[in-house]
Nanobody, 123 residues
C-alpha cells in the first residue's frame, strides 16, 4: 500500500509558476513510477506527466511540454511537478499516482492515487 498526498496548489495569474509536491509513504518510493494527472470541472482526467521509478526518463502531455517538469527525490519520498508559464486552461485538480511498473499516460494502469490539489490560473 502506498499513500500519496499532493500539496502546493493555489491561485496564480497566467504566466506564473507553481511547484506541486506529492509525498509518498507506505512502501519504498524509489520502487514506484509516478504520474501526474489533472481533471478540470466537467472534464475527464487527463495525463500530464510521468517519471519512471528511480528517476530518469520522463514523459509529458503535449499540452504541457516545455512548460512543466516532473522530478523526484527518492530520499525524501517526494515527486514534484514544476509548472511554469501557466495558462488558464491548466486550471484543474492535479493528482499524483504511483505504480510499481507503469509510468505512461494511461490512468487506469496506476494502482495508487493521491487526493488531489487545486490549481487555478486566472487570466
Amino acid at each position: 500500500q502506498v499513500q500519496l498526498v499532493e500539496s502546493g496548489g493555489g491561485l496564480v495569474q497566467a504566466g506564473g509558476s507553481l511547484r506541486l509536491s506529492c509525498a509518498a509513504s507506505g512502501r519504498t518510493f524509489s520502487s514506484y513510477a509516478m504520474g501526474w494527472f489533472r481533471q478540470a470541472p466537467g472534464k475527464e482526467r487527463e495525463f500530464v506527466a510521468a517519471i519512471r521509478r528511480g528517476g530518469g526518463d520522463t514523459d509529458y502531455a503535449e499540452s504541457v511540454k516545455g512548460r512543466f517538469t516532473t522530478s523526484r527525490d527518492n530520499a525524501k519520498g517526494t515527486v514534484y511537478l514544476q509548472m511554469n508559464s501557466l495558462k488558464p486552461e491548466d486550471t484543474a485538480v492535479y493528482f499524483c499516482a504511483a505504480d510499481p511498473i507503469y509510468w505512461g499516460p494511461r490512468s487506469t494502469s496506476y494502482d495508487y492515487w493521491g487526493q488531489g490539489t487545486q490549481v487555478t490560473v486566472s487570466s
